[in-house]
């Protein structure tokens, strides 16, 4: 399949994309960037409890260092405690990211024909891509690709695009432990951005969940495309409506004689 996309699309390192139309160049927000905007308790729920998990672990790690030694509990000793605690949560985050980026690259290389580049902390993840491929029966096309929608003002990299029965099918990698609703508007916006790019028409989105650690770990769900692109598009407006003034700037005094 020969696609062409109709706009040059490039990203910067904060991610945002730069879109170059008919000699007008566009600057717009990435599609992750616009779904901050939309807050999940379940997923804070998930954060907290896994920040206070690891945060207790790092204590304890610290009063374990000890362990037949005398340990003297003064302040010196505790700030260096809660300085390490409040870190660890950041420090595991980044760990975990760098680990889901790598595992992205080496499903990309595959799909381009390249070897993959596999690291001991990102073969099961990969492992998992291959054994979840086989069962699919869904051809992959392309990976990693740029995508824009300059009528709705966004940007966005999707991760693949496959074709199952004569359709193409949009697919977005997870490496996380679990998958978020807003997941699901994520691809939706992928795939309105993608059929304005290209031109094509998406028939079905998927999220696919590799885990990391444990073999057998894969969970894909289709993305109902109706009701996630209708959630999007009230995320990106909510987004635009609080970049503006939502204060009086004469607040109370202008009522006061």
Same mark, same amino acid.
């Given at each position: 399949?020969n696609?062409?996309?109709?706009?040059k699309?490039d990203?910067?390192?904060?991610?945002?994309?730069?879109?170059?139309?008919?000699?007008?160049?566009?600057?717009?927000?990435g599609?992750?960037?616009?779904?901050?905007?939309?807050?999940?308790?379940?997923?804070?729920?998930?954060?907290?409890?896994?920040?206070?998990?690891?945060?207790?672990?790092?204590?304890a790690?610290?009063?374990?260092?000890?362990?037949?030694?005398?340990?003297?509990v003064?302040?010196?000793?505790?700030?260096?405690?809660?300085?390490?605690?409040?870190?660890?949560?950041k420090?595991?985050l980044?760990e975990?990211?760098?680990?889901g980026?790598?595992?992205?690259?080496?499903?990309?290389?595959?799909?381009?024909?390249e070897?993959?580049?596999?690291d001991? $902390?990102?073969?099961?993840?990969?492992? =998992?891509? %291959?054994?979840?491929? *086989?069962?699919?029966?869904?051809? &992959?096309?392309?990976g !990693?690709?740029y995508?824009?929608?300059?009528?709705m003002?966004?940007g966005?990299a999707?991760?693949?695009?496959?074709e199952?029965?004569?359709?193409?099918?949009?697919?977005?990698w997870?490496?996380?432990n679990?998958?978020?609703?807003?997941?699901?508007?994520?691809?939706?916006?992928?795939?309105?951005?993608?059929?304005?790019?290209?031109?094509?028409?998406?028939d079905?989105?998927?999220?696919v969940?590799?885990?990391?650690d444990?073999?057998? $770990?894969?969970?894909?769900?289709?993305? =109902?495309? %109706?009701?996630?692109? *209708?959630?999007?598009?009230?995320? &990106?407006?909510?987004k !635009?409506?609080?970049?503006?003034?939502?204060w009086?700037?004469?607040?109370?005094?202008?009522?006061?004689?």
């Open positions: 399949m696609l062409q996309s109709k706009y699309i990203r910067d390192e904060d991610h945002a994309y730069t879109v170059e139309y008919k000699e007008k160049i566009t600057v717009l927000p599609v992750t960037g616009i779904l901050d905007i939309v807050g999940s308790k379940d997923k804070v729920n998930r954060l907290m409890g896994w920040a206070k998990k690891n945060c207790l672990l790092k204590v790690e610290h009063i374990r260092a000890f362990s037949g030694k005398s340990l003297i003064d302040e010196t000793w505790i700030e260096a405690v809660r300085e390490s605690a409040w870190k660890c949560d420090e595991m980044k975990a990211g760098d680990i980026t790598r595992v992205h690259n080496a499903i990309d290389s595959f799909i381009k024909g070897e993959p580049l596999l001991p $902390d990102t073969k099961q993840g990969f492992d =998992n891509f %291959l054994a979840w491929l *086989k069962e699919s029966r869904i051809k &992959l096309i392309q !990693d690709t995508i824009a929608s300059l009528k003002g966004y966005g999707m991760d693949a695009l496959g199952i029965d004569g359709k193409l099918v949009l697919l977005d997870k490496t996380s679990y998958l978020n609703d807003n997941y699901s508007l994520q691809a939706a916006a992928y795939t309105m951005a993608f059929e304005e790019t290209f031109e094509q028409d998406i079905k989105a998927f999220v969940r590799f885990g990391k444990t073999a057998g $770990d894969v969970e894909h769900k289709e993305v =109902n495309l %109706l009701n996630a692109t *209708k959630a999007f598009k009230y995320a &990106l407006h909510l !635009d409506m609080m970049s503006r003034p939502v009086m700037k004469d607040g109370w005094r202008q009522y006061v004689r």
